[in-house]
């Protein structure tokens, strides 16, 4: 029997980001097929930071690109992050235990066939381009996740 999996990724934190594609991995080892659906904070995960751009953008866009991490190791931790000082603390210890980072999770996840879908009106409010996302991810509309999630074995929202 196919088990389907759904995660909407709402967090932009480091710690978070890194527990959904963990999942997302394994489950993918398990045969079960994955998405993923970012929205608002989420978003950052999926930013490539090769491709942001500040071209066509109001000021408010503008500001909230210079702002934000720009892309996953940018991304902070949600408890402790200190300044940076306790996301470093945690990503040398993931190097002390030979763990891979979050980018290797989110690589893993691409190479998996795991479904990035982003939601397009959170796209809109932040201010992004759609060419400013990894070239898997697809843009969709609020609705159109739903009947995923609805018809997933699983639902998680993180």
């Known amino acids: 029997m196919d088990k389907r999996m759904n995660l909407l990724m709402f967090s932009g934190d480091y710690d978070k980001a890194m527990a959904g594609l963990i999942l997302a991995n394994t489950a993918r080892e398990l045969d079960v097929e994955v998405t993923m659906f970012f929205a608002f904070w989420g978003l950052f995960l999926v930013r490539d930071p090769e491709k942001m751009t500040l071209e066509d953008k109001t000021i408010y866009e503008k500001i909230m690109g210079w702002m934000t991490p720009k892309g996953p190791e940018a991304l902070p931790l949600s408890k402790m992050n200190f300044s940076g000082l306790g996301k470093l603390m945690l990503t040398e210890m993931i190097e002390d235990n030979e763990a891979p980072k979050l980018i290797h999770f989110l690589k893993g ?50």
Do not use: H
């Open 109 to 158: 996840a691409r190479k998996k066939n795991v479904k990035f879908y982003a939601c397009k009106l959170s796209v809109e409010i932040m201010g992004f381009k759609p060419e400013e996302f990894i070239p898997e991810l697809e843009i969709i509309e609020a609705k159109t996740y739903l009947k995923d999630a609805l018809e997933s074995d699983m639902q998680l929202f993180i």
